[in-house]
T-cell receptor, first 116, second 112 residues
Framework: SAVISQKPSRDICQRGTSLTIQCQVD?????MFWYRQQPGQSLTLIAT?????????ESGFVIDKFPISRPNLTFSTLTVSNMSPEDSSIYLC?????????????FGPGTRLTVT | QKEVEQDPGPLSVPEGAIVSLNCTYS??????FMWYRQYSRKGPELLMY????GNKEDGRFTAQVDKSSKYISLFIRDSQPSDSATYLC????????????FGSGTRLQVQP
């Protein structure tokens, strides 16, 4: 399976600031996604990170708040902008395939964000 | 109504019991079905992956998909305290949107 790392693993940020989360995969993958998991909740898709083009956002998520970059097939970033306490969540990147898998989806360890 | 329904539990069983976890779904386009295990403060770990209908077994874990009933199950045999975690079902379509739609997760506690 693909090995996925995320940086930072956790952070505590002040209201109004921004945080950029990095996702690195050890093999080239065609599909990458960013999810959010709010405390005690299941996972919600934020956007699909498209290599070489703008990300595709789900309803309720906008580019100004969650800008995403994907410069190549192994790396992506998610920025959480102008943060408020409601943005306190775990942010997870996910990939389809990689490491010999075709359809399975794997997750990174997550970034635990607390906004004060 | 949610696309994927999952009983949130918590489910408490004695060590050695057989555990049955279930999800129902409404979107007939779903073709890929996955079960994830998530320990507290960790990312989801893929346990089982099934394409379309049928059964799949891996060690103590068996995944079943019944597309006619839009119902999937995960069975854990000889449950261990280390199986205590939240179990998430997830599914996606074969074409188009490939991102996963998740159930709400079932919290499992295996008592020693």
């Amino acid at each position: 399976s693909a090995v996925i790392s995320q940086k930072p693993s956790r952070d505590i940020c002040q209201r109004g600031t921004s945080l950029t989360i990095q996702c690195q995969v050890d093999s080239q993958v065609t599909m990458m996604f960013w999810y959010r998991q709010q405390p005690g909740q299941s996972l919600t898709l934020i956007a699909t990170a498209n290599q070489g083009s703008e990300a595709t956002y789900e309803s309720g998520f906008v580019i100004d708040k969650f800008p995403i970059s994907r410069p190549n097939l192994t790396f992506s970033t998610l920025t959480v902008s102008n943060m408020s306490p409601e943005d306190s969540s775990i942010y997870l990147c996910s990939v389809v395939g990689g490491g010999g898998a075709r359809y399975e989806q794997y997750f990174g360890p997550g970034t635990r964000l607390t906004v004060t | 109504q949610k696309e994927v329904e999952q009983d949130p539990g918590p489910l408490s069983v004695p060590e050695g019991a057989i555990v049955s976890l279930n999800c129902t779904y409404s979107n007939s386009a779903f073709q890929y079905f996955m079960w994830y295990r998530q320990y507290s403060r960790k990312g989801p770990e893929l346990l089982m992956y099934t394409y379309s209908s049928g059964n799949k077994e891996d060690g103590r874990f068996t995944a079943q998909v019944d597309k006619s009933s839009k119902y999937i199950s995960l069975f854990i045999r000889d449950s261990q305290p280390s199986d205590s975690a939240t179990y998430l079902c997830a599914m996606s379509a074969r074409t188009g949107r490939r991102a996963l739609t998740f159930g709400s997760g079932t919290r499992l506690q295996v008592q020693p």
